[in-house]
């Protein structure tokens, strides 16, 4: 099953994805779980299969994709997570690379991307996003992946020149992460660590690997980050970059007005936005 939050004629709603639309759930449900994080908070998903045989309410055409959880509690990003990417930034430290990303940093699927004003270094990484189902604190690897409701593909852009020592400036500009297109449930996806992931700029493949290449996997992180904080259901997991970053190619490749940023992952879904420059008034709002 494929979970997708969006917008239908001005109003927020989720749903199940098919090949030629979407069955309304926030129709059908929305009294008792008002977005996709509600349904996973309220244990929902089984009865969300119920309408799996449904004819589909809207094409997706007419909607507005919203980022697959709109608004988690939690955004835990994991850096330096294939061996490629670690060799391209020099990095050896053994331990998960974690930095967070804020809610509001997000879009998604066919939504601008922002390049940050003050940025002239906007760099591309397709990643592959774990939905938490269930929620828990000191998880053990073996039962880690009991606790994942899905998963999903993201393009966590990042203003290299805005990271200095660490990564956190770098990542929170508003709406500089794609989430989506939606969740492929977890049952789709019996072992993610055998999906082939890719990015493109502008039609060119700038990144290719495969999940099983992650140094640190699914299981190991959710146990690893639920010894610290406790994860609670919608709490999303990315789980860091092939090699290929713009940052680290000779001439360098960053992303301006206009490219086109595409991230797939087997079995999952197709990501795509735009670019745009982020507009003036966002940088008066902040102050």
């Known amino acids: 099953m494929k979970l997708a ?3 239908y004629k001005g109003q927020r709603s989720y ?14 449900l929305g009294d008792r779980f008002s977005d996709l994080k509600a349904l996973l908070q309220g244990n929902g998903m089984a009865e969300a299969t119920r ?22 509690e939690k955004i835990l990003c994991v850096g330096m997570n294939y061996a490629e990417k670690r060799q391209e930034f020099d ?53 880690a992946l009991r606790h994942v409701a899905g998963y999903s593909c993201y393009m966590d852009g990042s203003a290299r020149d805005w990271q200095h020592t660490w990564f956190t ?6 709406q500089t992460g794609a989430f989506g297109p939606w969740m492929a449930t977890a049952d789709e996806i ?56 713009g940052k680290k190619r000779n001439p360098p490749l960053f992303m301006q007005e206009g490219d086109r940023i595409e991230v797939e992952i087997e079995n999952i879904g197709h990501l795509s936005n735009v670019i745009m420059e982020a507009p003036a008034q966002l940088l008066t709002a902040a102050h």
């Open 5 to 7: 939050s969006f917008i």
């Open 15 to 28: 749903g199940i994805v098919k090949a030629d639309g979407v069955v309304n759930l926030g129709r059908r």
């Open 51 to 72: 309408y799996l045989n449904d004819a589909v309410d809207v094409p997706l055409d007419a909607i507005t994709f919203l980022p697959v959880i709109e608004h988690p």
């Open 91 to 143: 990095q050896h430290n053994p331990a998960p690379t974690l930095f967070v990303r804020f809610p509001d940093s997000q879009t998604g699927h066919n939504s601008p991307v922002l390049k940050p004003r003050h940025s002239s270094e906007f760099d591309y990484e397709g990643e592959l996003a774990v939905i938490i189902g269930k929620g828990g604190e000191n998880i053990s690897r073996d039962d």
């Open 169 to 174: 400036a770098g990542k929170n500009w508003r």
């Open 190 to 245: 019996p072992d993610p660590h055998r999906l082939a992931i890719r990015t493109w700029l502008n039609g060119r493949m700038v990144q290719e690997d495969n999940t099983s290449s992650m140094i640190h996997k699914v299981a190991e992180l959710i146990e690893y980050i639920s010894t610290f904080t406790r994860l609670s259901p919608g709490d999303v997991i990315i789980t860091g970059s092939p090699g290929g970053v």
